[in-house]
């Protein structure tokens, strides 16, 4: 059984930083890719970034393409995203997701493209 469970959520300051992690179990991570999704209350979940199964591809949302860095160590079925210079409208729960298929950029963002899912990690920015 896949299993993700995130971890790194909490409370920051706009402009301050933090690292999500993702550990995933039941499964080969080193040839899944995965990937990050948000959602803030009342809004539709939505893409933040991926990776593909190597970790030399990477796929980002335009509003944190220059502020968040996705990562993964394979060896320790992990998965990391680090986010800095954080903004009010960061704010959302963050989910962890992956599937076995090939990544390209056409499929990255939607989340019909992962099968497997985390139940999420709470990230709030304060002004």
């Known amino acids: 059984q896949v299993q993700l469970v995130e971890s790194g959520g909490g409370l920051v300051q706009a402009g301050g930083s933090l690292t999500l992690s993702c550990v995933g179990s039941?499964?080969?991570?080193?040839?899944?890719?995965m990937g990050w999704f948000r959602q803030a209350p009342g809004k539709e979940r939505e893409f933040v970034a991926a990776?593909?199964?190597?970790?030399?591809?990477?796929y980002y949302e335009d509003s944190v393409k220059d502020r968040f860095t996705i990562s993964r160590d394979t060896g320790k079925n992990t998965m990391f995203l680090q986010m800095n210079s954080l903004k009010p409208e960061d704010t959302a729960d963050y989910y962890c997701?992956?599937?076995?298929?090939?990544?390209?950029?056409?499929?990255?963002?939607?989340?019909?493209?992962?099968?497997?899912w985390g139940q999420g990690t709470q990230v709030t920015v304060s002004s």
């Open positions: 039941g499964v080969n991570f080193r040839t899944w890719a």
């Open positions: 997701a992956a599937d076995g298929r090939i990544l390209t950029g056409k499929i990255a963002g939607r989340t019909d493209t992962y099968a497997a």
């Open positions: 990776v593909d199964w190597s970790g030399r591809n990477t």
